[in-house]
């Protein structure tokens, strides 16, 4: 049944995005200057997670590569590689510049003193995540990289830049910002249709079958891509040459806690925390749930830092938040 199991994986870019062209349109226009030897602008993409952000950087980025003679580009996930170490690293190892670089003992300086030194072709750098980071003077310090393009990716265009002090919003305050809205339903179902196309069997699932797993995935790709995944893959052990709607049931909920768990795989020491105390109460009111951080963490983060790690763990599905700022509660996502 499968033909092409690449094509069934979250990370997969096509060549040929749908529903995105206006993004797409955009970002290229950002971008365009690199193709005439200039500096291109940096650009902020936001938008809920699943709606495509992360695909359509590295795809418009890869279309970028075909028309200019030398591009160097890389994408780091700053939820990862939070730390500015972590981070100048990635960033390094895109232009094959870490052969000595040893965690332990290179002073974090000498890494930015490499990517200031860099004098290869263009570097476009997608920083995924990019709220994520724990020092946004990193950000400054690559904004004055004159060979240093960046593309922001974030959920809330406020938890970038309601972070970063009056220095930095001068100089990427006014960057161009591009929306991604919630997939629909039907949207959902021509992406998938692609993914049908080239992965599996012609006759495989029908268009109805495709509507039932967009119709589960709630607007978010990963999802939808995840739950076809998976349906073909039992499907083929079933010795199945298709996939029916029963099939697409009995992975719905197989397929979240796959999502979930890379999503809590991610969390920092911080959220990780905060999430289980969550886990362990049921439901627990902001007061109580930040008194009992405290009591396990050796340095506990302000309450506004903690009121935006639990934002980020609310805009991925794995926790809920009800009531008034003042008489919140917070249990986990059903």
């Known amino acids: 049944m499968i033909t092409d199991a690449r094509v069934l994986q979250?990370?997969?870019?096509?060549?040929?995005?749908?529903?995105?062209?206006?993004?797409?349109?955009?970002?290229?226009?950002?971008?365009?200057?690199?193709?005439?030897?200039?500096?291109?602008?940096?650009?902020?993409?936001?938008?809920?997670?699943?709606?495509?952000?992360?695909?359509?950087?590295?795809?418009?980025?890869?279309?970028?590569?075909?028309?200019?003679?030398?591009?160097n580009y890389?994408?780091?996930?700053?939820?990862?590689?939070?730390?500015?170490?972590?981070?100048?690293?990635?960033?390094?190892d895109g232009i094959e510049n870490t052969f000595d670089i040893?965690?332990?003992?290179?002073?974090?300086?000498?890494?930015?003193?490499?990517?200031?030194?860099?004098?290869?072709?263009?570097?476009?750098?997608i920083l995924d995540e990019v709220d994520q980071l724990q020092d946004k003077s990193l950000l400054y310090d690559l904004y004055r990289i004159p060979h240093i393009t960046m593309v922001l990716i974030a959920n809330r265009e406020e938890d970038v830049?309601?972070?970063?002090?009056?220095?930095?919003?001068?100089?990427?305050?006014?960057?161009?910002r591009?929306?991604?809205?919630?997939?629909?339903?039907?949207?959902?179902?021509?992406?998938?249709?692609?993914?049908?196309?080239?992965?599996?069997?012609?006759?495989?699932?029908?268009?109805?079958?495709?509507?039932?797993?967009?119709?589960?995935?709630a607007g978010d790709a990963r999802v939808a891509i995840g739950i076809f995944r998976n349906a073909a893959r039992v499907a083929r052990q079933n010795g199945n040459d298709r996939i029916t709607v029963d099939v697409i049931d009995q992975v719905v909920s197989e397929t979240k806690s796959e999502i979930r768990q890379k999503t809590t795989d991610k969390l920092t020491h911080h959220q990780q925390v905060l999430y289980d105390t969550i886990t362990e109460a049921g439901e627990i009111g902001a007061g109580d749930l930040y008194d009992a951080?405290?009591?396990v963490v050796d340095e506990p983060r302000t309450r506004r830092t903690i009121r935006n790690h639990l934002s980020k763990l609310e805009q991925y599905n794995l926790i809920v938040a009800t009531g008034n700022t003042k008489a919140r509660s917070y249990s986990l996502q059903s």
């Open 293 to 295: 951080y405290c009591k």
């Open 161 to 176: 830049f309601n972070t970063l002090d009056d220095r930095l919003n001068s100089r990427l305050g006014a960057c161009p």
């Open 10 to 71: 979250p990370e997969f870019v096509p060549n040929d995005v749908k529903h995105r062209s206006a993004e797409v349109s955009h970002l290229s226009d950002t971008l365009r200057p690199i193709v005439e030897g200039n500096r291109a602008t940096n650009s902020l993409l936001y938008g809920p997670s699943g709606a495509g952000k992360t695909c359509i950087a590295q795809h418009t980025i890869e279309q970028l590569r075909e028309n200019v003679v030398a591009l």
């Open 178 to 217: 591009i929306r991604f809205s919630q997939y629909s339903i039907s949207e959902l179902v021509t992406i998938l249709e692609d993914r049908a196309r080239w992965g599996i069997e012609s006759d495989a699932i029908n268009t109805d079958q495709l509507e039932t797993i967009a119709d589960y995935a």
């Open 74 to 92: 890389q994408y780091v996930n700053c939820w990862e590689d939070h730390s500015r170490f972590k981070t100048l690293y990635r960033l390094l």
């Open 102 to 125: 040893h965690r332990q003992s290179t002073p974090k300086d000498e890494l930015l003193e490499r990517l200031r030194e860099y004098d290869g072709p263009p570097y476009v750098v």
